[in-house]
């Protein structure tokens, strides 16, 4: 199970460090035995990452779902 929350972790990790423009800044932090999964980014990139109307945190969440390794798991972006 441990393979697959990191392996989940750097499939959110890189998606979001292709959209902000501190990707230094991005950090994925898996919560609740690999059930959850925090995205944390730099203040100013929070609105790259949520996009309009939620679009891109959903479309996201829709990637990690369809994938095999974050099939179980469910993706928040933190303050």
């Known amino acids: ?14 998606i979001a460090k292709g959209i902000v423009s501190e990707p230094g800044d991005v950090k994925v932090t898996a919560c609740d035995d690999g059930a959850l999964l925090e995205l944390e980014t730099n203040d100013s990139d929070r609105g790259r990452v949520i996009g309009r109307q939620g679009r891109i945190a959903k479309s996201m969440r829709a990637i990690l779902q369809a994938s095999s390794v974050g099939a179980d798991c469910r993706l928040e972006i933190v303050d």
Do not use: D, I, T
């Open 1 to 14: 199970m441990a393979g697959e929350e990191n392996a989940a972790g750097e499939l959110v990790e890189f």
